[in-house]
């Protein structure tokens, strides 16, 4: 039971990073990097250049200064590999991948099949929620995409925990026979995998299957086939997760607009002891500039005590992740 | 029939556990705890908990009052039956028309919409049968399937149904006459059931592996720090916290006491000393910035006053979830986390829906709750 603490591994909880871990650059909101921590290399981004020396030693959260800015290496977890891994097919984002866990009743010990692998975002997030006496089998058509992801479970730690195959479920079945707690599946047809998830999992134990198509007539035809297949609470759900934006709301009175027009944002209001409006002091570095926000927003929202704002939630939010916070100016 | 025998005990039902029972295609599930002697109710099915004793979760059938392990072919075999019970009443006379039903649609049955729908007739002229007729056969003692094919015959819209609307009604009428006959209820184990409160950990039957993995640490607990409110303990034998004001006497006392009685309170006595042990592990590792993520989740509580208490504590790189169903509350919490240098703040919610499922009726449940609250989660980073 106790959890690893040797070798790399997302399982690990050592508080300074060593050499092999891998590690999660957050440079900005938008952009994470995962890297393989490794002596003698160097990590390119934005920020400039980070020597992976550096990193070596350092306690996990802390701040680096890179070449040209700053940033934070964080200890992986499923979110965050979900968001940063290096992108191969369509990925299941975490919103989906937490429902996906809870319906098939991942837990500690519990054995899982997945079909297919794609990028491993769903195959990581089962693999850590089974860890450390589970086991995963994840099944896929394309064998490079599964050597990808064999090799990503070996960097991770996880290898122990984790069978991937290449075999198509659909014609030739699941790796393993009566022996699994939960089966899910992500292809195109899944009727006709549903029948050989039926023989995948426990006879004695039972299980649940979960299958997760874009199309509705795809769900209807799994649906049927899982009735059919002796399936039963057969249940359809949707699932759509809203990000909010928070921004900071500015407000004016009438006479101050039309005194002062709309300072929003470049100025923030200056007051004196007793709180009446004096003035205006300059916000925005680059007046001239015709951005008003800046392109590359610094995180969250820094309080003026000058600045009138009343916090506001707007949604929905933007699927773009850069777009996802917005800042008033230091 | 039997189920295998490889069956190991984590599998089995036993006295004292608290599981979900779900009648299929019901619309409840609830947690129960089985203990000898009890009835269990759920929706006008009633059986034993006795009788499930000893054997596994899954699927069972109820008759008369005992549930029986169902296997899942004889569960596919049934709906097979039920399917071909609509087939064939849903035929008119010609019976060579049997074949052709699958694919050609004709004029007069298995139309889109059910005409029976949009003809708003009174329901007595829908059935022939009356109800005295209906209660009069089942003090005769007519079986459930004669008296379902008997309304099925009665029935004026019957064959202007759709399939599924027929078998909807078979369904329905089965369930009614049948009484508790050939109804289908799963049990299944709570396991992985989220716990929530600490008393709730404690009082389900996890498993020792599974019960491992929680550290209950009472509020109280948190609120004094480092002074470990042990004295005020909980007695289990009746669950009210009794305070007994640190006197070591009286606590010895309440021990020899506790000794006199039965066995069951010193089972009690071991099961509030595991406790203390894992509450003070708990604490241990609260306080020695070991904590890698911090979970709140509360509908009254200020997340500021809990982040407060716990946010310096946590482990560098430590995750922060917080929910609730108000997005005000999460916006001062944001502030704070912002103030602080936390990172990868992001605040999300979720519609989550349940659709029904079925060719060319298929649809969200009507006058279902889709929202369900909101999520703040941040990392912390050591601050530069």
């Not at chain 2, 909980?234 to 009794?242: F, I, L, Q, S």
């Not at chain 2, 039965?262 to 020695?288: P, Y």
């Amino acid at each position: 039971m106790t959890l690893a603490t040797k070798g790399p591994s997302f399982l690990k909880y050592n508080e300074r990073i060593e050499e092999g871990d891998t590690v999660i650059v957050y440079v900005t909101f938008g952009q994470m990097i995962p890297t393989v921590v490794k002596r003698g290399q160097t990590l390119m981004m934005k920020y400039g250049a980070l020597r992976h020396e550096f990193i070596i030693g350092k306690r996990w959260g802390q701040c680096l200064s890179a070449s040209a800015g700053f940033v934070y290496i964080l200890r992986p977890t499923s979110d965050l590999w979900t968001r940063s891994l290096p992108r191969r097919t369509q990925i299941l984002y975490t919103a989906d991948c937490a429902e996906i866990i809870a319906l098939l009743d991942c837990k500690p010990g519990s054995v899982i099949c997945e079909s297919g692998t794609g990028s491993g975002s769903l195959s990581h997030a089962i693999a850590l929620a089974v860890a450390p006496n589970g086991h995963l089998y994840t099944h896929d058509i394309d064998e490079s995409r599964t050597k990808k992801v064999q090799e990503e479970f070996k960097t991770h730690g996880l290898s122990e925990i984790t069978t991937p195959v290449v075999q198509n479920v659909c014609t030739d079945g699941f790796f393993v026979t009566n022996a699994c707690d939960g089966v899910f599946l992500d292809v195109p047809a899944p009727w006709d995998a549903i029948p050989h998830a039926a023989r995948a999992l426990s006879r004695s134990r039972g299980g649940r299957i979960v299958s997760f198509s874009p199309c509705m007539e795809q769900v209807q035809r799994a649906c049927l086939a899982m009735s059919a297949a002796g399936f039963v609470c057969v249940e359809t759900i949707e699932v759509v997760p809203e990000q909010k934006k928070i921004v900071g709301q500015h407000r004016q009175t009438l006479e101050e607009f039309e005194e002062l027009g709309d300072a929003y944002p470049k100025m923030a209001k200056k007051r004196d002891s007793d709180g009446k409006v004096v003035g205006f002091t300059q916000l925005v570095p680059h007046a001239n500039s015709s951005a008003a926000v800046p392109e590359v927003a610094p995180e969250g929202l820094i309080v003026d005590e000058d600045f009138d704002r009343i916090r506001d939630v707007v949604g929905p939010s933007f699927r773009n992740q850069h777009d996802r916070v917005v800042v008033l100016i230091p | 029939m039997t189920p295998p025998t490889t069956d190991t005990a984590a599998n089995i039902i036993s006295n004292g556990q608290y599981l979900i029972v779900q009648k299929i295609d019901g619309e409840q599930s609830r947690i129960i705890r089985f203990t000898p002697k009890q009835k269990i109710l759920i929706e006008k099915l009633k059986f034993t908990a006795d009788s499930a004793f000893g054997k596994p979760y899954g699927l069972f059938e109820i008759s008369s009052g005992q549930c029986l392990p169902m296997s899942v072919d004889r569960l596919i075999e049934e709906l097979q039956l039920q399917e071909a019970a609509v087939a064939t009443s849903s035929e008119p006379a010609p019976p060579t028309t049997v074949t052709s039903s699958e694919t050609i649609i004709t004029s007069d049955d298995r139309v889109v919409i059910a005409p029976s729908a949009l003809k708003l007739e009174p329901e007595q002229k829908r059935q022939k049968l009356e109800m005295d007729a209906v209660l009069e056969m089942r003090k005769q003692g007519v079986s459930g399937q004669e008296m379902v094919q008997k309304l099925v015959e009665g029935s004026a819209s019957f064959q202007t149904r759709t399939v599924f609307s027929q078998s909807k009604y078979i369904k329905r009428k089965a369930k009614k006459h049948s009484d508790s006959e050939n109804s289908e209820i799963a049990l299944t184990d709570l396991m992985g059931a989220v716990a929530q409160s600490i008393p709730c950990v404690h009082s389900m039957n996890y498993d020792e592996q599974t019960l491992s993995t929680f550290l209950p640490v009472r509020i109280k607990c948190v609120l004094a720090e480092k002074q470990l409110p042990y004295e005020n303990n909980r007695r289990p034998a009746n669950g009210e916290a009794v305070e007994n004001n640190g006197d070591v006497e009286m606590e010895e006392k309440e021990q020899n006491e506790e000794r006199k009685v039965e066995e069951q309170d010193q089972e009690a006595l071991a099961r509030r000393n595991d406790r203390l042990e894992r509450e003070r592990k708990g604490i241990e590792m609260i306080e020695t910035e070991n904590a890698h993520s911090l979970i709140i989740g509360s509908r009254t509580v200020d997340p500021i006053s809990v982040l407060e208490l716990l946010y310096a504590k946590l482990a560098p790189s430590a995750s922060i979830v917080i929910y609730s169903p108000h997005q005000n509350m999460l916006i001062t919490a944001y502030d704070w986390l912002v103030k602080r240098g936390a990172i990868n703040l992001m605040l999300t919610d979720q519609m989550c829906r349940i659709l029904q499922v079925l060719p060319d009726r298929t649809h969200p449940l009507m006058a279902q709750h889709v929202a369900g609250g909101h999520v703040l989660t941040a990392i912390k980073v050591i601050e530069k």
